[in-house]
């Protein structure tokens, strides 16, 4: 990798203050929004929970099929609503939010960098950014973490406009502002806190060895309560409310968020327990890619940083292994947790990265890295093509067919190893990133949609009962409230499913024309799991269409009184 003569950078490291350089990051973050409806896990939940809000016209208390849903502040999901209220379309409105929210870390971790190391490195950082892996895939997905990435990331950059490039009060009240919110968005919103520690070591080794320090006043501490601000404006109208109404759910959702949802989630897991390796070993070498394979050689890079005492290494490097710790710690793990974490590497590794880039080695690791990939891609169309039983099972789930399944991943894959002819480690990686996303977008994701997002699911459902029908559901899935496009009857996302299946066969004997789906492992407990009710094995359950004709007498199911609350899924427009 080669420098242009007399411009001061690698010549494959874009004018980012050119609008059409701008224009090429949203139309490749772009790529294949209105192509799709959500899918699990987490984007019909969300996008469900944000029609809810237009539909009811309550803010304040989410709702998922009616029911009251404490997992989450609700932030994001006022995002999903007015995403709809402004475009009108849920294939386009859905991933609006975390689209922006990645082209603001982009913007901010390239702003940084640049007034940290220079414009070359500015650049480089915001490339890194761009194609690492685990940044492009929230970047088109309406999870959560997006957004809490964007917030954490506005942190991250008022702390080091303030602490490293500073003073600049404002931007330090914008960080503080930005973690409230971010807490208000997915209660870990404080991680910019760790950003801290770090600075404070570097601040005292510095004045141990006579070198320049921040000035810390009694301001900047007191900046700090500015964190309160954006919780409190959702947090004292949510305790009034639930004080006033004297309603038992409201309070219980008020002690689920609060509590359970927080420091009892944290400290049990609740679900997605993994051993403490499970980052470095599992999450890191893929979805970080190619940071992860660059850190063999930024590691020792950050290391001289670290003996010079520079500041900007000290605190964000900080900032990356406490929280990289925090989450360890917890038994519970994800691996999009990680993602607030990559702006501040893609910072910390912009000063190095024209020179690591360039090394022989680095282009040869990124050479094997492309090479694994285009073999796994076209391996697995060869196995489809010969009729590989587990890939054939997951094609046919998918309703895909296997010839053209396997033509597009062993074309994608041919694609990806010419990729590694153009010799630079840098353009390889760009190149093949866009094809692989774009093929993925593009192609693979609205062949697979109608599955994926449950409505060729509910589209059976529809031709099978009418328009006029009454529709229940058991042991329910979000897509499928959200694709029915009519009330829906349930008994909680939570609870005993047999219980809920006893209550859901009284409910069909209680007027006429009501239709049941549910779950064939559920459904035995009531009903005679006939095969021929079966509208299709989806999101890992084979679903039966019943009416009360399928009963099982046996079971005695319509004796007793009903325990549990009935919801009601409103009907909700998509278009």
């Known amino acids: 990798m080669t420098d242009r003569p007399g411009s001061g950078s690698p010549w494959w490291l874009p004018r980012i203050d050119s609008p059409l350089t701008w224009l090429a990051i949203v139309i490749f973050l772009g790529l294949g929004i209105g192509l799709r409806y959500p899918w699990p896990a987490d984007e019909p939940r969300f996008a469900l929970i944000g029609l809810e ?25 006022w995002l999903q609503a007015l995403s709809f209220l402004l475009i009108g379309k849920l294939r386009w409105s859905f991933l609006l939010p975390s689209l922006l ?30 194609f690492t892996v685990q940044f492009v895939a929230q970047a088109k997905s309406a999870q959560i973490d997006a957004t809490l990435c964007g917030f954490t990331t506005l942190a991250l950059y008022g702390l080091g406009r303030h602490f490293l490039l500073g003073p600049s009060r404002g931007w330090h009240a914008i ?42 006043s009694s301001l900047d501490y007191a900046t700090a309560i500015l964190i309160l601000l954006p919780i409190a404006a959702w947090l004292v109208p949510m305790l009034w409310v639930v004080a006033s109404s004297h309603d038992p759910a409201l309070t ?32 890191i070498p ?25 500041r900007a290494t000290w605190a964000l490097g900080g900032y990356v292994l406490l929280a990289l710790l925090f989450f360890t710690i917890s038994p519970g793990k994800r691996g999009v947790y990680l993602l607030p974490l990559l702006p501040a590497v893609a910072v910390l590794a912009a000063p190095h990265l024209a020179q690591v880039c360039a090394r022989r080695a680095v282009r040869g690791a990124a050479a094997v890295v492309l090479a694994i990939l285009a073999s ?57 990133s866009v094809l692989i996303w ?73 007027g006429p024309d009501r239709w049941l789906l549910i779950p064939e492992y559920v459904a035995i407990y009531c009903f005679i799991a006939d095969p021929d009710k079966s509208v299709g094995y989806r999101h890992s359950r084979n679903w039966l269409l019943l009416q009360r004709d399928a009963i099982d007498p046996s079971r005695n199911c319509l004796a007793g009184q009903d325990s549990l609350p009935m919801f009601v899924s409103p009907k909700l427009m998509l278009d």
């Not at 893929?286 to 520079?310: C, E, H, K, N, T």
């Not at 009729?387 to 074309?411: C, D, K, R, T, Y």
């Not at 529809?462 to 529709?471: Q, V």
């Open 286 to 310: 893929g979805m970080w890619l190619p940071v992860s394979v660059l850190l063999l050689w930024l590691v020792p890079a950050w290391y001289r940083q670290l003996r010079a005492l520079d």
């Open 376 to 432: 796994i891609l076209v391996v697995a169309g060869i196995l489809a093509l010969a009729g590989f039983e587990p890939v054939l099972e997951q094609l046919s789930e998918l309703e895909l067919s296997p010839v053209l399944a396997a033509s597009i991943v062993i074309l994608t894959g041919i694609g990806v190893a010419l990729c590694i002819l153009l010799r630079d480690c840098a353009r390889s990686w760009i190149a093949a």
């Open 438 to 510: 774009a093929v993925t977008t593009c192609v693979v994701y609205p062949m697979i949609d109608p599955v994926r997002s449950g409505e060729s699911l509910m589209r059976t459902v529809d031709r099978r009962i009418g328009p006029d029908a009454e529709l229940a559901i058991v042991d329910y899935r979000e897509q499928l409230l959200l694709q029915a496009r009519r009330e829906v009857v349930h008994w909680s996302y939570h609870g005993d499913r047999a219980v809920h299946t006893q209550q859901a066969a009284r409910w069909l004997t209680r």
């Open 53 to 77: 809000m237009i539909h009811s016209g309550d803010w304040l208390f989410p709702h998922r099929g009616g029911e009251l849903y404490p997992d989450k502040p609700p932030v994001f999901m």
């Open 252 to 283: 219980a959702y008020r002690d689920e968020i609060l509590l359970r949802q927080t420091a009892t989630r944290y400290a049990a897991g609740l679900g997605h327990t993994e051993p403490a390796s499970y980052y470095l070993l599992n999450v």
């Open 175 to 216: 960080a503080w502002l930005a973690m409230g919110t971010g807490i208000i968005t997915k209660g870990v919103g404080f991680l910019p806190v760790f950003f801290l520690p770090g600075f404070a070591i570097v601040q005292l080794l510095r004045r141990r060895r006579g070198l320049s320090t921040f000035e810390v």
């Open 101 to 130: 929210a990645s082209l603001a870390s982009l913007w901010l971790v390239w702003d940084l960098s640049r007034r940290l190391y220079g414009e070359a490195a500015g650049r480089a950082s915001l490339l890194l950014l761009l």
